[in-house]
Structures are given as C-alpha cells and as structure tokens.
C-alpha cells in the first residue's frame, strides 16, 4: 500500500474508527445510547439505553475485541449512571433505573405501566435532585415523561401523550422570565410509530411543541414532588396531552395550568407554515417525498429550545427529524401576569452555510444562549460507493441545494 504500519492505523482510526477502537481495546457493545445529562451536584452522567440487548447483554462478541458489558437482557431499557472524575472521565457504569417487568404475552402495553420503558431524552430539571425521563417507546401503547427523584429513587408520571406520540426534547428553563420557569416538551408524530388507524383526522396527527409555565422560581436546593398523573386508561384520556395538576414546593403546593400547546405541525404565521420542508433559497418543497401532511409539512419536530436574549426578547429554535435539514425559528411574546407564551414570527433557518442538515435528533440550549442541534444518522461512504452513488435518503438532503435525482 506504500504505507507505514502507524500510518496504517491512522487511516484505519479515521475510516473505521469504531470497529478499530474496539480493536484497541476499547468497549464497543453499547446499545441504543440515547440522551446524556450531567449531575454536578453528584458528579454523576445519567445515560438512556433504550434496549438492553444484544453487545450489552450475553451476545457474542466481534473476535480479536473486549468484553466489558454482560448485563441481563431488558427490551424495557435503563437508565445508566456514570461516575465523573476530576479528569472528567468516567470508567464505572451501574443501573440506576430499569424498565419492566416485562409482559411478553401482553398486546399493548407490554412493559409494566408504572415504569419506565425505552427510555430517550433525559435531562437534570426543576432542583438539584430531579431527573427528567423522556419515552420513545412501542411497550407502552401512550409515551410518558417522567420525574426521577435522586434522593429518594422513584418514580413519578408527569406527563401523557396521544395514541403513536413520542416524548422528545424535554428541557427546564430558569432564564426566560423573572416570575416563571418553564418545562418545554414536544409531542412528536402523534399517531404515528403505532395506532396509525385511531387517528379521526390528519389534524390529530399534528405535533406539538408545547411548555408548562412554573409559576414559581424553583432553586437548586429545594425540595419538589409532583401530584402523579395517572395512567392513560380510557379512549379519551389516549387521544390527550395532559400534565400533572400541581406540585409541592419546599412543602406547599403550586397549582399548575397544565400543558400549552405553543405551535403544531402545519399551523401558518403569516405567509410561514410551520414544519414545511424548504429549500436554502426559502422555496417550500411542497412536493417533498417524506412529508408526513399535505405541502411537504413534518410532524417529526424532535428538539425545542428557548431563548431569551440580553434586551428580553424570547425566540424557540425547532429541529425537525428530516433528511431534508429543516429548522425554524419563532419569536415569542410572553405575558408576565400569566406567564403564557405566544408566536409572533416564523421563518425557516438558513443552513446553507453549513452545508444543511441530516436528520436532526437531540438538542439542547447552551450555557451562551445557541441552540446546539445533532444529527441522529451518518450517511455509509461504503454502501454509496457500492450502489453506485445512489442513496434514497442522500437525494432526499439533496432537494435542499435544488436537486432531484430523479430527473438527474
């Protein structure tokens, strides 16, 4: 090859970076890592694997390579905790929560109700001893986020979806107004990864992103507990978006407003319609492949974030789980008296100086006031080579620059 043995590694470390750590020894049998918060009051990293299988279970493992991870089968998934050490590393993983008991002759509902199940997002919100837990999940037939209590290790529902919804992007915000915090949470594809035929119209299959407005300003160090919402039992009750009523604040109960919808998939500021796939020169891509309503629209919104900037004025930033990089940004009035948010302003973001964007998936609002968006795929350089340079969803993040490989 005309390469040295180290230049070997290197370029083997760049192209098959994964299997060649492995190889070195590192460990390789995590499965289905989703969400990833850090607890700086107990130097702790909480980590969602939404099924424990397969590498982390008893598989077998890729000869030549470790066996670091042997844990006991669990399709209901985990939460993992991790220590953090002064070098911020970590070299020790334990179970903190476990979905199941696992029902496997059951239709619907096959991890136990009261317990989490394919656990996604998760994020440190309202004190320093809450852990929010956000469900992607086929095992409850209704996603569910829920309050972890650190301190004393249970579990509490605080928020139910829709027939098919997943439970994305939760994030609690301190900094938005001086008499509210807020708890942000998208419903996304309601309807859509199961119970396709419960949905009365393609209205109900619009998402939400949607907030609850804290009529408190909760501190670090304070004690919070949450009245529970029950389960999602009735027809009515599996067609709703409902938060829990109130919680105890340092031992007196808050009345809450509920969940508010902000804005749904296809709704219209102005000439905008929220959702719609678009070019990076603004054209709506009406007619593209993937929309899940009428005019190219997504219901796949998978990250929320608020902002609010020096001179007080509030903006959201939402990512869409699309192949054609879609984001837009709203700005927001907020009622002081209320604390309730309104859009004013829409426009879709220019990502062209980035070279647009691939399915989008988890997001956060950074520390300096950006919204930090990742992609969930990569595209495989391999298998594009050897089908000959076609990749159904490569054409589809191409419709952003204007082509169509169709016509090409």
């Not at 180290?6 to 995590?30: C, W």
Request: aromatic residues 8%; hydrophobic residues 40%.
């Amino acid at each position: 090859m005309g390469m040295s043995a180290d230049e070997i590694k290197l370029a083997a470390s760049r192209l098959e970076t994964a299997r060649f750590a492995a190889v070195m020894g590192a460990t390789s049998e995590f499965r289905k890592m989703e969400g990833i918060t850090f607890d700086p009051k107990r130097n702790k990293l909480y980590m969602a694997i939404s099924d424990l299988a397969k590498g982390m279970a008893g598989a077998s493992k890729l000869a030549g390579t470790a066996d670091d991870i042997n844990l006991k089968s669990n399709k209901c998934g985990a939460v993992m905790q991790l220590s953090v050490g002064a070098d911020i590393a970590t070299t020790d993983m334990e179970v903190l929560v476990a979905g199941g008991p696992v029902n496997s002759s059951a239709v619907v509902n096959a991890c136990a109700i009261n317990n989490i199940a394919s656990p996604d997002n998760v994020t440190m919100g309202f004190n320093d001893s809450t852990l929010l837990i956000a469900e992607d999940t086929d095992h409850h037939q209704n996603d569910v986020l829920w309050a972890y209590d650190l301190e004393a290790g249970s579990l509490t529902r605080l928020l139910t979806t829709p027939y098919g919804s997943e439970v994305t992007s939760p994030f609690y915000y301190k900094n938005i107004d001086d008499k509210y915090d807020y708890l942000v949470t998208v419903v996304q594809h309601p309807y859509g990864e199961c119970d396709e035929d419960m949905a009365q119209s393609p209205d109900d299959t619009r998402a939400h992103i949607g907030y609850v407005a804290i009529p408190a300003k909760v501190q670090a160090g304070d004690t919070v507990s949450f009245q529970p919402m029950p389960f999602a039992a009735t027809d009515a009750e599996k067609r709703m978006v409902k938060f829990t009523d109130s919680m105890v604040l340092n031992g007196t109960e808050v009345e809450l407003n509920g969940y508010r919808t902000l804005i749904r998939s296809g709704d219209k500021v102005g000439e905008v319609v929220f959702g719609q796939a678009v070019a990076r020169d603004g054209t709506a891509l009406v007619d593209y492949v993937d929309g899940d309503l009428p005019g190219g629209v997504s219901t796949s919104q998978d990250h929320t974030t608020l902002h609010r900037t020096e001179a007080g004025e509030v903006f959201s930033i939402t990512q869409f789980e699309e192949e054609v990089g879609t984001m837009y940004i709203a700005s927001l009035d907020h009622d002081a008296v209320t604390g309730t948010l309104v859009v004013t302003g829409l426009k879709p973001v220019d990502l062209s100086a980035a070279f647009g964007g691939f399915d989008f998936c988890a997001g956060m609002a950074t520390p300096w006031g950006s919204h930090l968006g990742g992609e969930e795929w990569d595209m495989d350089a391999r298998a594009f080579e050897a089908a000959g340079m076609v990749d159904k969803d490569f054409d589809k993040y191409l419709t952003y620059f204007g082509f169509n490989a169709a016509a090409m």
